[in-house]
């Protein structure tokens, strides 16, 4: 299925998305559509990318078996299997690798789904959904647990859902503290 290029249908505040974003870690159980998913991954494959390789797989995850496997992997965070869906993304190594060789495996591939996944954050906010980044699981159990084959490398656990909380806004740096002008 190809995908379609955003029209000029009318404007999308993404300033409003941005900053109403927040990792949330309470879900409640109401399911999402296959549209709502297809919609928000589909966020995600319009992130730039390095050469315009798209080295990125989503791997859609609703088992509730599987999610607790997740969970498992991912150091007992127990809101992974909470959300209704989780989206995992992942890294097509050897698809950097070909277009821009080991630069492209250990550095383009990494930055590209980041991009992919800021988009898939920022696409379920849009749409009143929650979601958390999780970085922080066992890369190689991960691969285990969602049998991925060589060359296919897990980056982040997204797991979706409408949110059974509303953090406050954290706090961010000034831009003096990180802005430098030459």
């Avoid at 928000?40 to 315009?52: D, E």
């Amino acid at each position: 299925m190809m995908t379609q290029a955003p029209g000029k249908e009318g404007k999308v505040d993404v300033g409003q998305a941005i900053r109403k974003r927040r990792s949330i870690r309470k879900f409640s159980s109401d399911p999402l559509t296959e549209e709502e998913v297809r919609e928000i991954i589909t966020a995600g494959v319009w992130a730039p990318s390095a050469g315009n390789a798209q080295p990125w797989k989503f791997i859609v995850v609703r088992d509730a078996a599987l999610k607790d496997k997740l969970v498992a992997v991912a150091h007992g965070q127990r809101f992974v299997a909470e959300a209704p869906v989780v989206i995992v993304v992942c890294a097509d190594v050897g698809r950097a690798r070909r277009a821009y060789g080991e630069r492209g495996a250990t550095l383009y591939c990494l930055q590209d789904t980041a991009a992919a996944t800021q988009n898939i954050l920022l696409a379920a906010t849009a749409k009143g959904y929650g979601t958390c980044w999780v970085g922080a699981f066992d890369e190689e159990k991960a691969r285990e647990v969602l049998n991925l084959p060589p060359g296919l490398r897990a980056v982040a656990l997204v797991p979706v859902g409408k949110p059974r909380e509303e953090p406050e806004p954290r706090s961010r740096r000034p831009l003096h503290e990180v802005v430098e002008h030459r």
